[in-house]
């Protein structure tokens, strides 16, 4: 009895300091939030442009919170792509330093930021580069500055672009578990990593051509930055010529092979600053919070910015889900704000749920009557990204940017061979003929198969309508263009699909000219939940995070990707328009 009151007195004081220590660390948080010591920034200063966190076009957390954006697992493109344009006017800001390896972000967010230092070395600024290794990505964002550096014993990835697609029909044989596909006719690409066990020559075909245009643009940029022939750096890229610091530096891929303590000393002659004086660096972090005190347009009338990334599902969506919940809010309280005279939409997703991409549409063009809505495509508009873009008034794309794959397809898991094997056998009883329509332990019937085929045939041809309205085309032209065809965004602007070539802040400025203002600033939307209320979940989900974390640990990186993409492939509800395959170019 004695031990068990001693337990219980011991839990009570656990739970007790636990509490105390709680409030204390709100408090303290709520103090540095709170805090007039705001970043300062010093003369002379080098801004530190490392970016180790997962960039996303829009993190949009509750800043008045003091906890907003402290505990965000990745970084916005909108503030770090802002930083990088205030630094440009900012007499403090001599330069910039790259220092990054790992660079988590797409070829179209990577050519945004990259864009953004170019102008920012117009304003008669510096940027070096350094890393202990270039991935190939890295090197580009690195291939801007105006000199570019490697440590003596590192390395450098400089082969062209290849991208991965794994096949499954194996695997649900040995398993007795597959995917039972329904598709329309002539959509090809779509499912087939559950259909084959190889790539067939048409998908192969259009892979290529897509990852090859944007090798090409990636090339074009380099080019320029190095003062390299396109034809020699595809040269390099085939004899490996970047392989080493010293090939590296004989051809012309970076300055010099130096230690990161030469490097600093030439970012001190860059800044004029004394060789045993300590560089003023400020971080990309703190420079982030310090811009976002600062607007560069400033007006009365607002142009709406409305952020939609990731998979498209059934519901309410949040930061990396778009759900008709969260982006249908966000569009009708734009719409209906006299102050908001413009809306641009940021689409950068592979697609998902066909329905909820027409009840955005739908939302998209009601709010085409009352303002003017122009798209903004980043890294991905595919399938249902490109259906809930098509409704606007003008669609911009990013040279890299995957966008098309109009196409429609279903998959259902299937166990019955599974079921079969292991003894288990499942008897249906209903109260009409159809009452009974599929189960995951029988074969699918001849019947649901074709129910099911004809709803996603009905879905391709509405589809198509909304691309025929949209692109003020012919059902054929858009059927010509559809069957899944995955673009980059220079053969979407050949072909038709998008209007113009551009970023974010060129949308912008389409849609200012539309609606006729010239003295405007941005107004961001959706909101989510603040740096407290996602502290509040995280410890509620700390258990579950983990368990993610060890597991990731223990089997690895590739590993624990397939495990997500099969789950992902089991969890797909109703019929889909999304990007046929997963392609991770790199």
Known sequence: ??????????????????????????????????????????????????????????????????????????????????????????????????????????????????????????????????????????????????????????????????TEILFYKDLQEKTGVKMEVIRHGKYKSAVEPYLSNEMSEANRTQIKELIKSIWDVMVADIAAGRNISEENLNTIADTLGGRTPSYAKTTGLIDDVVFYDQYEDQLRKAANTDEDDAINYVSLGDYMDYANTKKIRKGDDKIAVIYAQGEILYGEGGPTIIGQGIINKALIKAREDDDVKAIVLRVNSPGGSALTSDIIWREVALTKQKKPVVVSMGDVAASGGYYIAVGADKIFAEPTTITGSIGVFGTIPNASELAEDIGINAEQVGTNENSVDYSLFEPMSPGFRSFVKEGIEETYDTFLQRVAQGRNITIAEADSMGQGRVWSGVDAKRIGLIDELGGLDDAIAAAAELADTESFSIRKYPKYKSGFEKLMEDLGSANSKSQQAFIQEEIGMETYMLLKEIKSALEQEGIQARMPFALQIK
């Open 1 to 162: 009895m004695k031990f068990l009151r001693n337990l219980l007195a011991a839990i009570v004081g656990c739970l007790i300091a636990f509490g105390i220590l709680f409030i204390m660390f709100l408090i303290f948080a709520s103090l540095a939030g709170s805090s007039d010591s705001a970043v300062r920034v010093k003369e002379n200063s080098i801004l530190e442009l490392s970016i180790p966190r997962p960039v996303q076009d829009y993190v949009g957390t509750n800043d008045t919170s003091p906890f907003g954006g402290l505990f965000n697992e990745a970084q916005g493109l909108d503030e770090i792509i802002h930083a990088i344009t205030i630094a440009k006017d900012d007499d403090k800001i001599k330069g910039i330093s790259i220092n990054n390896n790992f660079l988590i972000a797409g070829w179209s967010q990577t050519q945004a930021i990259r864009k953004a230092l170019k102008a920012f070395q117009e304003n008669d600024k510096f940027i070096y580069a350094y890393a202990d290794f270039y991935l190939q990505k890295d090197y580009y964002l690195a291939s801007v500055a105006d000199s570019v550096y490697l440590n003596p014993v590192g390395a450098m990835d400089f082969k062209g672009l290849a």
